[in-house]
């Protein structure tokens, strides 16, 4: 168990580069073993969850190196098809790599992922989008496998905009032979960026971004280089810490157009946002406005990673702020944890009520998921006097040195393992 220990009443300054993205890296490290070729990836962000993506890609039998934030993946000597159970504990989004296995080796099995902190975690639409290039998915005694003797293009309709799902699809899509159509896709920046890696990788694919993407085929290249992209939920946290905490910051390299939902409310609340190319700046001085109305949708609409971060920022806004959290039936842990600091909320399934109060009091709190974790912790930059958050490693899984990004902006802040 480790703790973040946060003094309250210190305001921010300053300015910050936002690390590598957790969501666009991990369909990266998946797709790295494509075809087999060797894969250079810099602005990798040391996390829990790529830690475990690499054990994972050595499980199977690939060449993975690490020096500081870049990455090698040399899949030419994977030989494994399969990710048993402790893995896929270690990560519960490790069935992003049943499209690859499957691409590559014509089969795979994977251990069913468990539930998680935010509710149940289905995977149907994983299942239907490889079935629909022909592959045979069976579960046996806890594990997914698939089999497919050969993958053949197709249409994959997704009913829901799953990211994972419409990363599997993608992926799997360019081990298939002949053209596939994904309709009904997931449009967040991290599948654009995916694709871009997957042409990089010789795919010729083409939509993302939109609900409809297709993909053609497949020209093995040797070596590829890629940059991962700035986190923009790492980015949204720094804007709420600072209407948390009161102050002026600067955040490098992340694109303003995939934070822009969160600003927008941001800027309702009377926060001072500035944007240029890949920079937003953001102050807030003196007592916020409630952000009225926040429902979270797929992309472009509000993150449903950011409402934890936004409801810290609510707190001890002036007025009502009404969250409706669409995306996972069981999100709002955080509320029941910032309600021992002070803070009114009431919480009624999809619908959280945040009355902003005049001031939170330090306590002590649990993270129960990662951005809850997160947004305990900017919470307490805006109470009086120590807040304590107890951490079983979730806050580690998204955020690379969190303390260290708040302590550079003047954040009164310590972890201790
Ligand atoms: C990705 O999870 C992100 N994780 C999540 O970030 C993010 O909250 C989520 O997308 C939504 O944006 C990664 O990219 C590693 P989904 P994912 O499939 O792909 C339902 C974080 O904090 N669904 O888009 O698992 C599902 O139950 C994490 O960084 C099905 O019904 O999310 C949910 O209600 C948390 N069947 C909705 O779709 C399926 O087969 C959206 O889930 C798959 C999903």
Redesign the pocket.
């Known amino acids: 168990m480790s703790i973040w220990r946060v003094q309250g009443g210190y305001p921010l300054d300053g300015s910050l580069t936002i690390q590598g993205a957790?969501?666009a890296v991990?369909p990266v490290l998946a797709a790295a073993i494509l075809t087999g070729s060797e894969v250079e990836l810099t602005n990798v962000p040391r996390l829990r969850d790529v830690e475990a993506s690499l054990n994972i890609l050595r499980h199977l039998g690939c060449a993975v190196g690490r020096q500081d934030d870049v990455v090698r993946v040399d899949s030419r000597s994977m030989t494994g098809c399969a990710i048993g159970r402790v893995l896929t504990g270690q990560m519960r989004?490790s069935v992003i790599f049943l499209g690859a296995i499957l691409a590559r080796c014509g089969q795979a099995r994977i251990a069913m992922p468990g539930g998680c902190e935010?509710g149940?975690?289905?995977?149907?639409?994983?299942l239907a989008a490889v079935k629909a290039l022909g592959a045979k998915v069976d579960i046996e005694e806890g594990e997914i496998v698939c089999r497919a003797d050969g993958l053949i293009g197709g249409t994959i309709d997704l009913a829901?905009p799953?990211?994972?799902?419409t990363e599997n699809a993608m992926i799997a899509a360019c081990g298939a032979k002949g053209a596939t159509v994904i309709t009904g896709a997931?449009r967040?920046p991290?599948i654009v960026e995916l694709q871009g890696f997957l042409r990089a990788l010789g795919a010729d694919i083409t939509g993302a971004g939109t609900d409809t993407i297709a993909v053609r085929g497949f020209a093995t290249v040797r070596r590829v280089g890629w940059r991962v992209m700035p986190d923009r939920?790492a980015a949204a946290t720094m804007l709420c810490a600072c209407a948390c905490a009161g102050g002026d910051v600067e955040l490098r390299g992340v694109d303003p157009e995939h934070v822009r939902s969160v600003s927008d409310v941001l800027g309702r609340m009377g926060a001072d946002i500035h944007t240029g190319s890949r920079r937003v700046r953001i102050k807030c001085t003196g007592r916020l406005k409630s952000g009225g109305k926040v429902v979270t949708e797929p992309y472009p609409g509000f993150?449903?990673?950011a409402q934890p971060l936004l409801m810290a920022a609510s707190l001890k806004a002036d007025g009502v702020t009404v969250f409706e959290e669409n995306?996972?039936s069981d999100r709002y842990r955080q509320g029941r944890e910032m309600v021992r600091m002070g803070a009114k909320i009431e919480i009624a399934g999809r619908r959280a009520v945040v009355t902003g109060v005049e001031r939170l009091t330090g306590a002590t709190l649990t993270a129960e998921d990662?951005?809850g974790g997160a947004s305990l912790i900017i919470a307490g930059l805006g109470a009086g006097g120590e807040t304590a958050v107890y951490d079983s490693g979730h806050v580690a899984r998204?955020y690379e040195g969190l303390d260290r990004a708040l302590s550079t902006l003047g954040a009164h802040i310590e972890f201790t393992e």
């Open positions: 957790k969501n991990l989004s935010l149940p975690r289905p995977i149907d639409l994983h829901l799953s990211v994972g799902a997931a967040e991290e939920i993150p449903t990673d995306i996972f990662l951005r998204g």
